[in-house]
């Protein structure tokens, strides 16, 4: 009887993976709203008078960036227990969870150049996401080799290696 192969997960490699994507997509959104507000001066999540760095929505937008990035980490894991092509669905989702989050802005009763950086900045992020944790799954993903209940006996069941044989 052969060893039977399954796919499984490293899950401290891919919640290891998972946190820093939450970290890059936190600088990502804090940078975005640094460019919009300090170089382009569009005021973004925050009245023109708060400056550059904004106010604290600016770190509430970032905070809520890095815990999309650990909700779709947690939907990697989810889809790479449940389905045959985990990455091929999570790509899927992802884009169209950031198709959302692009439109969403483009619907509010705000000035224009506001809608668009906002628009701009979550696209990046949930790009990002997708991206980098799409290519840290590959280094995540392991095969399980199963013995099979009789493991610790079918050796003794088999003849001999010609190894051994003298």
Do not use: C
Request: net charge positive.
């Amino acid at each position: 009887m052969a060893d039977i192969e399954r796919p499984g997960v490293n899950a401290a490699r891919l919640w290891a993976s998972g946190l820093a994507t939450a970290v890059v997509a936190a600088l990502l959104a804090i940078v975005g709203i640094m460019i919009a507000r300090g170089i382009v001066d569009v005021p973004v999540l925050a009245p023109k008078g708060e400056g550059v760095w904004g106010n604290a929505n600016t770190f509430t937008y970032a905070l809520l960036s890095g815990a999309a990035a650990l909700l779709a980490t947690g939907l990697m894991h989810l889809l790479i227990l449940a389905v045959a092509t985990p990455r091929q669905f999570f790509t899927w989702i992802m884009v169209l969870a950031t198709l959302i989050a692009v439109v969403l802005p483009l619907t509010l009763t705000v000035e224009p150049g506001a809608k668009i950086a906002t628009a701009v900045i979550n696209l990046a992020i949930g790009l990002a996401i997708t991206i980098i944790l799409n290519s840290a799954t590959s280094a995540a993903l392991v095969v399980r080799r199963d013995r099979g209940a009789d493991a610790a006996t079918r050796q003794w069941n088999q003849p001999p290696n010609t190894y051994y044989d003298g």
